[in-house]
């Protein structure tokens, strides 16, 4: 089993910056990736931005390019998503999923964290 928690939200105004934690946890973790995604309310959960663990390859949906950076940690299996300058849609509840060696989707999720953007 795979613990995932994610951490850093909150309530910023339009223009400020956010930087998203996600950390990875098991007797025994290889990760093939590991990314993020959100959901608003009345939608579904949408793909924000992943990374490939061996090469650090990075993808990011159009909504956010240029926008938000993830990066991990040296050490572990953490992740980060650095949001600058945020926009009310931007406004949800930011997911960390893990795709493990072995698998082919990402089968273990956080419980988000929430990410509050006003006008």
């Known amino acids: 089993q795979v613990q995932v928690a994610e951490s850093g939200g909150g309530l910023v105004q339009a223009g400020d910056s956010l930087r998203l934690s996600c950390a990875a946890s098991a007797r025994t973790l290889s990760v093939v990736s590991m990314s993020w995604f959100r959901q608003s309310p009345g939608k579904e959960r949408e793909f924000v931005a992943s990374?490939?663990?061996?090469?650090?390859?990075?993808y990011y949906a159009d909504s956010v390019k240029g926008r938000f950076t993830v990066s991990r940690h040296k050490v572990g299996h953490t992740l980060y998503l650095q949001m600058n300058d945020l926009k009310p849609e931007d406004t949800a509840i930011y997911y960390c999923?893990?795709?493990?060696?072995?698998?082919?989707?990402?089968?273990?999720w956080g419980q988000g964290t929430q990410v509050t953007v006003s006008s």
């Open positions: 999923g893990v795709q493990r060696t072995g698998s082919q989707s990402y089968g273990f």
């Open positions: 990374m490939r663990w061996s090469g650090g390859t990075t």
